[in-house]
């Protein structure tokens, strides 16, 4: 893994628009809510710097900000932020997450 790089990134898609979400807040906390780093995605709607580059093994969560993103575009959205709880199991590997989003609907997985 690159020093540069946190052990947890994520990458936003905004599928209504077909861009990427640019400047949507991500937080990263740990299973007892506890923030462990926060971050706004770029102009490619990625977030590479997200917390250390290294994580022990345990549940995690990222938030992303979906309702502050949508409001500032002037749309309506269901959802005011989406919550992903994923498990790191293996420290050694690391964790992508992509989000693709529209105002009514996401999806997500295990990204490389």
């Keep these: 893994m690159s020093d540069l790089r946190s052990h947890v990134t994520a990458h936003v898609l905004d599928a209504a628009r077909g861009i990427p979400a640019q400047t949507l807040s991500i937080t990263l906390s740990d299973s007892d809510g506890n923030a462990l780093a926060q971050s706004v ?12 580059t290294e994580l022990p093994s345990g549940t995690y969560r ?50 490389s």
């Design 41 to 52: 995605t770029d102009d490619q709607g990625r977030v590479s710097s997200l917390g250390p």
């Design 62 to 111: 990222l938030t992303f900000a979906t309702g502050a993103y949508f409001a500032a575009q002037h749309t309506e959205c269901f959802h005011p932020e989406v919550l992903v709880t994923f498990e790191i199991t293996a420290p050694d590997q690391h964790y992508h997450i992509p989000l693709l989003l529209s105002p009514f609907a996401f999806t997500t997985y295990r990204g």
